[in-house]
């Protein structure tokens, strides 16, 4: 399977040097594309994501468009 375009974020906690503690909800990753990328290069790649940043929670959205030929 082909996927068009997809959009990684990595949210989680992130330490503030001020404050002297960790806050949440800040992007500590962002992969993006338009070009697209074959569904068995992007699984590896969002395993590699998921481990290297302790992932407690996965949530994918899928939209499939189907075409029209004429």
């Known amino acids: 399977m082909y ?3 997809y959009d ?5 906690d992130k330490w503030n040097e001020k404050k ?3 806050e949440s ?6 992969l993006f594309s338009d070009d697209g990328i074959h569904s068995k290069r992007f699984i590896p790649i969002l395993a590699e994501l998921e481990e290297a940043h302790d992932g407690a ?3 994918v959205s899928v939209v499939i468009k189907q075409r029209t030929y004429e």
């Open 3 to 5: 996927i068009s375009k």
């Open 8 to 12: 990684v974020v990595v949210i989680g």
């Open 20 to 22: 002297e503690k960790h």
């Open 25 to 30: 909800g800040h992007t500590l990753v962002r």
């Open 57 to 59: 929670e996965v949530e």
